[in-house]
């Protein structure tokens, strides 16, 4: 399964950004999709997640209110809407899938190559 993400760039604080990650590939069936963001220096953390079954999502804190995950199951795509960005949501934005892939049904961990978004005070 390849992830390819789009979106990032930069932006003034108060701004916005959606970014878009886009699952491809043949046999394979997901169950959550999330984000996840790594600023320079820090751990790498989970921003939000969405199952794709009933459409229920998590959230980060820190993000809760500004951020909003979303999935096109058709065209096995996720989003993140990210509104009042502030300068601490910089970071490189990576997206990730679980679930199963090839003949075997076996478990699938996948992750994008992660995008970068720079907010500006």
């Known amino acids: 399964v390849q992830l390819v993400e789009s979106g990032g760039g930069l932006v003034q604080a108060g701004g916005s950004l959606r970014l878009s990650c886009a699952a491809s590939g043949s046999t394979f069936s997901i169950n959550v999709m999330g984000w996840y963001r790594q600023a320079p220096g820090k751990q790498r953390e989970l921003v939000a997640t969405?199952?794709?079954?009933?459409?229920?999502?998590n959230y980060a804190d820190s993000v809760k209110g500004r951020f909003t995950i979303s999935q096109d199951n058709a065209k096995n795509t996720m989003y993140l809407q990210m509104n009042s960005l502030k300068p601490e949501d910089t970071a490189v934005y990576y997206c990730?899938?679980?679930?199963?892939?090839?003949?075997?049904?076996?478990?699938?961990?996948?992750w994008g190559q992660g995008t970068l978004v720079t907010v500006s005070s």
């Open positions: 990730n899938v679980l679930g199963r892939t090839g003949i075997w049904n076996i478990a699938l961990d996948a």
């Open positions: 969405i199952t794709t079954g009933d459409g229920s999502t």
